[in-house]
């Protein structure tokens, strides 16, 4: 270690008076103990003050350079040495080496400032605002035969990728085309990997995603999966799930997804379409999750059900009924939910049998599935009477739309099966649908949806309630009483934040409960009339005219 002291003394007299060949014997001195005993050296080096000197031999012209940046780099490697080496203003000098041509200080350049920046944003973004996107993309274009100068670029894309504002630097390189281009080159699986790891957060920005289609990353996507479906070893099985799943993170780009549809006759929407029947769960995932992306516009979901996917999904579901995959369940019940939002598909799928695929998923205990599920019965039974009604006498369904109303510990499908509740009565406008959610209990969530935070389910909540006044209040009056309606009604009136629509459904709901008489008589015990009067004067027209209205049927009514 005496060697290592000389060294280090030496180096800091090295910039006055140090011959080159000296230099280099200084700095093999300390590879070499770095290479023995690293964390004992690094803090050597860093006690002796050295790395202030290290800054001023970075330099394109000298010999010496990639020595000094493998020591950095060497040094680096401890966490304790980073900011060291950024207090010494190793980083800008750097940076400038990576403009220089000479391979070897470039690959070492590279490893110091990751080393430097590892896993800290804050110099990760510095970098970044200092330009260094551009010039490493460049980089792998010019080296892409250089194994070491290109992994060098990939682990530093990866670290960087993780950050939202490399991306929008990365959409304005080549570095798709450059990623796809290596990409193809590559027949070992770790470097595929390496590409991917890098791929992946990229993606996630749809500029890039564009890009990434335009350069052909798909084609390559498709032929992975291709030949890894069959394949029981650990590393197809890998490969298969993360191509799969990319292609899938391409697909929610609007562009990139459009682009890859052509109208329902593109070759990859047609591959995709071949996954769905396939033996592979990962596949059947990416299929139905392919599809639900697809389907995010209505022209899209209108040639799907018109070609026959609704068939295909609905296979799927069959075979995971029976202690099913619940990730392609969810998935097979996003892209149905998603197909069924345009007014014109609703029928054709309902006539297809999709209510009865879906309710088989009915005793499922996982969250996501009874999410998507709820959720595509309410899409499919918009506005089709029929539907809701035959749904809305199912007493099954009904029976567990109540007990999920209970499920606090999961808002969504808490908030989704009040909301499948409402719509049978809205879109039935039937007695016997009715009476059914009255006789399961379900009259009492109704009313504590009206108080939602939500104005869209308040108002669902209302209509609904209206109705069942309207056509069954003798069946409901005991209940409604019980749940307190008619002060709930009174609270909403009174709130100035209600919205108007609240308050225009909250007295046509008024008026019809006052043709019960325990109702009746809650409503003249609580001096609704100056409440109503007050609302005359509402700025909304309509609020205005139902008020007096409501006023009117009130006075009569006292």
């Known amino acids: 270690m005496d060697n290592l002291s000389d060294a280090l003394k030496k180096l800091k007299i090295t910039t006055t008076d140090n011959t080159a060949d000296s230099l280099e014997g200084c700095l093999d001195c300390l590879l070499q103990a770095l290479a023995q005993n690293n964390m004992e050296t690094s803090e050597k080096i860093q006690k002796s003050g050295v790395l202030q000197v290290f800054g ?8 010496c350079t990639a020595k000094v940046a493998n020591i950095i780099a060497e040094v680096a490697r401890n966490e304790f040495m980073r900011n060291p080496c950024v207090d010494a203003g190793l980083i800008p000098p750097l940076v400038q080496l990576l403009n220089c041509k000479d391979q070897e200080v470039l690959l070492q350049t590279g490893r110091a400032l990751g080393n430097i920046c590892y896993d800290s944003h804050t110099l990760q973004s510095q970098l970044i605002n200092m330009g260094v996107i551009p010039t490493l993309v460049k980089l792998l274009g010019i080296h892409c035969q250089n194994a070491a100068l290109t992994e060098m670029c990939l682990v530093a894309f990866g670290n960087l990728a993780e950050l939202e504002s490399s991306k929008e630097q990365f959409a304005y390189t080549n570095i798709a085309e450059e990623l796809v281009k290596l990409f193809k080159k590559q027949i070992e699986h770790d470097k595929r990997e390496m590409i991917f790891e890098v791929l992946a957060p990229l993606a996630e920005n749809d500029v890039i995603k564009l890009q990434l289609v335009e350069a052909g990353l798909v084609e ?8 890894t479906v069959d394949s029981d070893k650990e590393d197809d099985v890998a490969e298969l799930k993360t191509a799969s799943d990319l292609m899938v ?4 780009g609007d562009e990139s997804m459009q682009k890859l549809f052509e109208g329902g006759k593109g070759s990859v929407f047609q591959r995709v379409l071949s996954w769905i029947p396939s033996n592979s769960h990962q596949l059947q995932l990416a299929g139905a999750l392919a599809i639900a992306n697809f389907a ?4 899209n979901c209108i040639h799907m059900v018109d070609n026959g996917i609704v068939q295909k999904l609905m296979d799927l579901l069959d075979r995971h009924v029976e ?9 097979a019940l996003s892209a149905l939910r998603n197909l069924a939002i345009p007014v014109v598909n609703k029928a054709k799928m309902l006539s ?3 209510a009865e695929a879906v309710l088989k998923f009915l005793r499922s205990e996982m969250p996501p599935v009874q999410f998507k599920l709820l959720g595509t019965l309410r899409m499919l039974i918009d506005a089709q009477a029929e539907a809701a009604e035959q749904l809305g006498k199912n007493v099954k369904l009904v029976e567990r739309l109540v007990e999920w109303c209970e499920a606090k510990d999961h808002a969504g499908v808490m908030g989704e099966s009040n909301r499948l509740l ?15 959610i009255v006789q399961s209990g379900g009259i009492k969530h109704l009313v504590t949806m009206a108080t939602s935070e939500h104005v869209i389910m308040q108002n669902e909540a209302l209509v609904a309630l209206a109705l069942i006044a309207a ?30 629509e609240i308050k225009y459904n909250s007295m046509v709901l008024i008026c019809a409960l006052i043709g019960s008489e325990p109702l009746q008589k809650e409503v003249q015990s609580m001096a609704f009339l100056e409440v109503i009067s007050k609302l005359r004067s509402h700025e909304n027209k309509t609020v205005a005219q139902q008020a007096s209205l409501t006023e009117q049927r009130l006075a009569v009514e006292s």
């Open 56 to 63: 001023s031999l970075l330099t394109p012209q000298s010999s």
């Open 249 to 252: 993170l391409l697909l929610l």
């Open 352 to 354: 297809a049998g999709v």
């Open 471 to 500: 056509l069954e209040l003798v069946t409901a009056e005991k209940d409604l009483e019980n749940a307190q309606l008619v002060q709930i009604l009174h609270r909403l009136l009174s709130d100035d934040r209600s919205a108007p």
């Open 220 to 227: 390559c996507l498709l032929e992975i999966v291709q030949k």
């Open 323 to 331: 202690d099913g995959n619940v990730t392609v369940q969810h998935a």
């Open 296 to 299: 995010r516009n209505d022209g």
């Open 422 to 436: 409402s719509a049978l009565i809205r879109h039935s406008k039937s007695k016997d649908v009715i009476r059914t």
